[in-house]
């Protein structure tokens, strides 16, 4: 399935037929064992082989065959043929761990190239609205059979757009869940531990997870997913989930990483368009108010990010680090508080996006007034801006 974008485009993504071979080579170990459990003395477990939809799960059985036939090899009471049996079956188990090897290096290497592909695509998007609505089936490219990309809102998650393969009716149920039902983002939602740590996780038995979005899960009904965290200006501001698909094997740690690695090209392409679209805001209100005093009290640019695909809240970020002067003298947290008040953010919505308390916010806000000598907020944020 090619993530069609305008006929400008640079070629968009294909499925990689790497990712199809590592899960023939799953497979093909799945039939190994079962074909010789006797012999390696994995007879009787017959979940052995059910339990092999991973490349890590698929080592391990290879790694405990290999251990077993040996210890067999030493046993002196075997027969001739016995030896024979095992000896051709520890040179099949090897075969199969250097393939399955094989199958995932030529993945890993594929995969790079996929996500270059896909982040290179993505930079040619022209607005945050089109980005957040293409970049499910760009993820799509990489392999990934099912993606869900949400935002972070007065600390719930909201779905804002998803892929299914070619069933629109299971990605417009995906986003409408997620929008009927979101979820508070606290210690009871396993990506809350996105927002703290910032990492990408593997989240794995999900139907008997109970830190899971219920109502996704019974849509979608994955048995393992990966998820990232989108990240713009210093803050966690969204998600990206995925997994496989009905018809593939479990993603895995690899999967975690590959969408990480597209997460992070994601991030810095929505932070970029984001700006330009908060600078051509600004001119437009420049020219109709005619100072940016005014611009930034204007209530049209009060809340940008609730604007277009509302996904970006201010944080820090690489236009704090270049600001020099005046906002070296504040902490990392109080040049956080000052974007959120230089974007119109009342204390407690800002306390919200930062997961703090509004007394926290208080306190850092008389902070900050007094360490940029300014009388109110508005002088502030003017400083802010003329420090930028």
């Known amino acids: 399935m090619r993530a069609i974008l305008d006929e400008d485009h640079v070629m968009a993504v294909e499925p990689p037929e790497s990712r199809h071979a590592v899960a023939m080579q799953i497979d ?5 064992v079962d074909r010789l ?8 477990d ?10 890590d799960a698929a080592r391990t059985v290879l790694e405990a065959a290999l251990g077993a036939l040996t210890d067999r090899l030493c046993d002196s009471d075997a027969t001739a043929a016995e030896h024979v049996r095992q000896l051709s079956a520890r040179d099949e188990f090897r075969q199969a761990q250097v393939m399955l090897q094989e199958a995932v290096s030529r993945r890993r290497a594929d995969a790079m190239s996929y996500v270059r592909t896909a982040i290179n695509n993505l930079r040619q998007i022209g607005t945050v609205a089109e980005l957040v609505s293409k970049a499910p089936s760009e993820a799509a490219g990489l392999g990934f059979g099912r993606i869900l990309m949400s935002k972070i809102s007065d600390a719930r998650w909201i779905a804002r757009s998803a892929y299914a393969g070619g069933d629109e009716e299971l990605a417009d149920a995906m986003v409408d869940v997620g929008n009927r039902a979101p979820r508070v983002i606290d210690a009871r939602l396993i990506e809350y531990e996105l927002v703290r ?9 999900v139907q ?9 899960v019974r849509l979608v009904k994955p048995e393992a997913y ?22 593939g094997n479990q993603v895995d740690e690899f999967d975690r990483d590959l969408l990480d690695a597209f997460s992070t090209g994601l991030s810095i392409a929505l932070e970029s368009l984001y700006y330009r679209e908060q600078l051509d805001r600004i001119r437009r209100q420049m020219d109709g108010l005619g100072s940016l005093g005014s611009c930034i009290l204007g209530e049209s640019i009060h809340d940008p990010v609730e604007t277009d695909a509302g996904l970006l809240q201010p944080s820090t970020g690489s236009s704090m680090n270049s600001a020099g002067g005046v906002l070296d003298r ?12 230089a974007n119109g953010e009342t204390n407690r919505r800002i306390a919200a996006r930062l997961f ?11 902070h900050i007034l007094r360490k940029l000598d300014a009388a109110n907020r508005a002088e502030a944020v003017s400083r802010y801006f003329r420090a930028g």
Do not use: W
Request: aromatic fraction near 2%; proline fraction near 3%.
């Open 46 to 55: 017959g979940a052995c082989s059910a339990g092999i939809n991973t490349v």
């Open 356 to 366: 703090v308390s509004e007394a926290t916010v208080k306190a850092h806000v008389k």
């Open 208 to 216: 008997h997870n109970d830190r899971v979005h219920p109502e996704l």
């Open 28 to 32: 093909s170990v799945r039939l190994l």
């Open 330 to 341: 504040l902490t990392r947290r109080e040049v956080e508080v000052l974007m959120h008040m």
């Open 197 to 205: 740590q910032r990492k990408s996780l593997l989240v794995g038995d």
């Open 37 to 44: 459990a006797e012999t390696v003395g994995f007879a009787g």
């Open 226 to 247: 990966v998820v990232a965290p989108i990240i713009a200006k210093g803050s966690v501001v969204g998600f990206i989930h995925a997994d496989t698909g009905p018809d």
